[in-house]
């Protein structure tokens, strides 16, 4: 259980184009999600929190109108990277915390396998 | 605030033997601690957690973790390293307020046959 997929596991766009990736929670369902950026050999760094319905919560440093997130369901939310530019080629993860520890107060992330992004 | 520190950019072991992947915390209030491998391109894989209970922490894969209060630290240990174990170990803490997990920088383990 605690499957997390992401959509597409890779992509290569051109400098001025929009990308969306996809981050679903196969078997459970998860009102957050996070989204991370990782440059090479870098550790993750959290880019926002996303509550279904409601708007994304981003870190200081991060662009809202950049980096475009809905989370229109339980099990769905998408990261939308609009006019991208090279300097935004990176690899995006994403995690969906669970309810399942809400006993223990634990709420685990389980994490998406990623996306490459690369920008031509 | 919270805080994880992995002192070593890279460990490097000798196959066979065993390995010790270093983390300290800080937080305020109960610890709920995590250690993930990443391999090449690929997302976190979950190895092992820390939310209460004994301080040895079993986990994937043969690995463990020891819980040490007084250190605040929570190693990561295996008693024999593989050669398909080299890999980018992160240790996380969750931020007790907000369910965000704080990262470690990383840190490179490298078995050598």
């Known amino acids: 259980g605690a499957v997390v997929s992401q959509h597409p596991s890779w992509v290569i766009c051109k400098s001025g184009t929009s990308v969306k990736i996809e981050c679903r929670s196969l078997?459970?369902?998860?009102?957050?999600m996070f989204w991370y950026r990782q440059f090479p050999k870098q550790s993750l760094m959290l880019m926002a929190t996303?509550?279904?319905?409601?708007?994304?919560?981003?870190e200081q440093g991060v662009e809202k109108d950049k980096f475009l997130i809905n989370h229109a369901s339980l099990t769905l939310s998408t990261l939308t990277v609009t006019s991208a530019h090279p300097e935004d080629s990176s690899f995006y993860i994403c995690?969906?915390?669970?309810?399942?520890?809400?006993?223990?107060?634990?709420?685990?992330?389980?994490f998406g396998p990623g996306t490459r992004l690369t920008v031509l | 605030a919270q805080s994880v520190a992995q002192p070593e950019d890279q460990v490097n072991v000798a196959e066979g033997n065993p390995l010790t992947v270093k983390c300290t915390y800080s937080?305020?209030?109960?610890?709920?601690l995590f250690w993930y491998v990443q391999y090449p391109n690929r997302g976190l894989q979950f190895l092992l957690k820390?939310?209460?209970?004994?301080?040895l922490v079993k986990g994937s894969y043969g690995f463990e973790a020891e819980f040490n209060k007084s250190q605040t630290s929570f190693h990561l240990k295996k008693p024999s390293a593989l050669v398909s174990d080299s890999a980018l170990y992160f240790c996380?803490?969750?931020?007790?307020?907000?369910?965000?997990?704080?990262f470690g920088t990383g840190t490179r383990l490298k078995v050598l046959a």
């Open positions: 820390y939310i209460t209970g004994d301080n």
């Open positions: 996380a803490v969750r931020d007790a307020g907000t369910y965000k997990y704080i």
């Open positions: 996303s509550n279904e319905g409601s708007k994304a919560t981003y």
């Open positions: 937080v305020s209030g109960n610890p709920y």
């Open positions: 078997d459970f369902q998860a009102t957050t």
């Open positions: 995690s969906a915390m669970g309810t399942s520890g809400r006993a223990t107060g634990a709420y685990e992330q389980f």
